[in-house]
């Protein structure tokens, strides 16, 4: 048996490297598994939030500092750029306060750096970590998981009380004890690609989302990286690409090709890693995040934003709660469902209204003659900018797109 222990997490990603970080500050020990070796890369948008900006300071904030002077593998980024279908587009700034702060409120960076700045701040005093390990399969024995793994290639086994499952949307916990399925409707399909020289960036680094007819309710991305790279993608929903008959492939390469906005910043391009796809479990509806003798966090537990395609933020945010808790359910002895559904309702306390919100806004998309409506309206509306650069801070202004009420002033204008 390769370890019997209390506490296993599988996966080191963000998720799960925050989740042992925290166990660590709380002097838990525990035992985290990855199938990959670190640096290894991670298919996403490399977007990293103030959600993000803030669970780290919470660790260490010494280590923004370490990022903030890292400018080869970290690019300060200062808002985000919503471009409508018809091409209109707006930049709302991640913070609207007129005082420049000292650090940036968020950065990109290659998860094959990010993953790896995480992962190399954990402390081995207290988690014994095996890479090479892939979990294959885990069963309930006498009140205790066994992990069927694989470990340098070797079939081995091991026992835990506790699994923290942060293996991404293709999690073994999440299908075999907590019976997740593939849900179409609730899905994004992403492709990604590495550019250099891509121009017309941003000057404060603001993320890009093009919102283009074909990917409704999708977008087309582009994200500044560091030493002239952009990370480039699209994502869409995963019921249209099969009603549609979508080629999400295709429709990438026609937007850098052909699309009027976009075209142009591609003509000096250089693609310089090939366009690699994943998926995305979104939080558009409630599942259950744990049972007994397991908790789900991130992409294990469908938490993606879906309106904005954010999973690491997110991922972050549930791992700093399961860790939280952890000492609690040790300290009972209790690892049931019923006492573990507190991690599910302190999660959702947290998490859902943003969730809910943005399946709304997701929703709202796809009637494109509203979205163009509503940017041609801030745009020429100095007070309505005003209002939406505070979206990504105050829920309470994001929660006005779902009024009809708030649609009618912009019509009359008041």
């Not at 609207?96 to 190399?120: C, M, N, V």
């Not at 004890?177 to 941003?202: C, I, K, P, T, W």
């Not at 395609?309 to 952890?326: C, D, H, Q, T, V």
Request: charged share 25%; with cysteine; glycine share 6%.
């Amino acid at each position: 048996m390769l370890f019997d222990t209390d506490i296993a997490i599988v996966g080191a990603g963000p998720a799960g490297s925050t989740t042992s970080l925290f166990l660590v500050k709380q002097k838990v020990p525990h035992v985290i598994l990855d199938k990959a070796e670190f640096p290894r890369d991670k298919i996403c948008g490399d977007g990293l939030s103030g959600k993000v900006v803030s669970v780290i300071e919470d660790l260490n904030p010494q280590w923004l500092n370490e990022m903030q002077n890292d400018s080869d593998y970290f690019l300060d980024s200062w808002g985000v750029r919503f471009v409508a279908p018809n091409s209109q587009a707006i930049d709302l700034p991640f913070r609207t306060s007129k005082e420049q702060p000292k650090r940036a409120p968020g950065f990109i960076s290659k998860r094959l750096h990010f993953d790896y700045f995480l992962f190399s701040k954990i402390d081995s005093q207290w988690a014994k970590v095996f890479l090479k390990t892939e979990l294959k399969d885990v069963q309930r024995e006498n009140g205790r998981l066994i992990l069927h793994l694989e470990h340098n290639g070797k079939p081995v086994t091991a026992r835990a009380r506790l699994i923290v499952a942060a293996e991404g949307d293709r999690s073994v916990v999440a299908r075999k004890l907590a019976g997740y399925r593939m849900q179409r409707s609730f899905y994004y399909a992403g492709l990604r690609a590495y550019y250099e020289n891509v121009s017309d960036l941003h000057p404060q680094n603001f993320i890009e989302l093009h919102f283009l007819d074909e990917c409704l309710p999708g977008y087309f991305w582009i994200f500044p990286l560091p030493n002239n790279q952009a990370n480039v993608g699209v994502g869409i929903l995963a019921s249209d690409i099969q009603k549609r008959r979508l080629n999400i492939k295709k429709i990438m390469q026609s937007a850098i090709e052909n699309n009027p906005t976009i075209a142009h910043r591609f003509k000096n391009a250089r693609l310089i890693d090939p366009m690699k796809g994943w998926g995305l479990p979104l939080g558009t509806v409630k599942h259950s995040l744990s049972g007994d003798n397991y908790l789900l966090t991130g992409d294990a537990g469908s938490l993606i934003d879906p309106f904005t395609g954010e999973g690491i933020g997110n991922a972050m945010f549930s791992a700093r709660i399961a860790a939280r808790l952890i000492p609690q359910f040790l300290a009972k002895g209790d690892f049931s469902a019923e006492t573990l559904k507190k991690y599910d309702e302190e999660v959702y306390q947290r998490m859902w209204s943003e969730l809910n919100l943005s399946a709304t806004l997701q929703k709202l998309v796809r009637i494109r003659w509203l979205f163009n409506f509503v940017i041609n309206r801030i745009n020429s509306n100095p007070r309505l900018q005003e209002t939406f650069s505070t979206m990504f801070n105050d829920l309470d202004n994001r929660a006005m797109l779902r009024s009809p009420l708030f649609y009618l002033r912009m019509l009359l204008n008041i």
